[in-house]
């Protein structure tokens, strides 16, 4: 059992109009620009604050696939992947931490920095 923590750090979606969801989130949510792939008129990917990333792929259609992954930023990156590979989970070409769980989910690993996983579960959180 991986006795350290982990969080979710983002997680991504397909999207047909990256422009569209874009200025929907930041403009109707209020969420920032965190970072962007290429110039921002031909942006394939990008990610708003809050952990959100959109793929554009023209030719998405539907509700079902939508996800691209979900990231996930663990204290111990070798331990956490020691770990899932026992679980029957599988490589996927882009990395150790890139790994296909057994039903079809994907998941991105993460190295994180210092004590801040810590720090983030540590954060006081008010439910309404």
Request: glycine share 8%.
């Amino acid at each position: 059992m991986y006795p350290n923590k982990s969080y979710v750090e983002h997680i991504a979606f397909y999207v047909r109009d990256i422009q569209w969801h874009i200025r929907f989130f930041q403009e109707a949510l209020g969420m920032p620009m965190v970072r962007m792939e290429g110039v921002e008129e031909g942006s394939k990917q990008a990610w708003l604050l809050g952990g959100l990333q959109l793929i554009e792929d023209k030719r998405y259609a539907g509700n079902e696939g939508r996800m691209g992954h979900i990231a996930i930023m663990t204290e111990d990156l070798e331990l956490a992947l020691e770990e899932i590979y026992s679980w029957g989970c599988t490589q996927l070409p882009k990395g150790q931490n890139w790994v296909l769980l057994p039903e079809g989910l994907v998941l991105e690993l993460i190295q994180a920095k210092a004590d801040t996983v810590h720090q983030l579960l540590n954060m006081e959180v008010s439910y309404v």
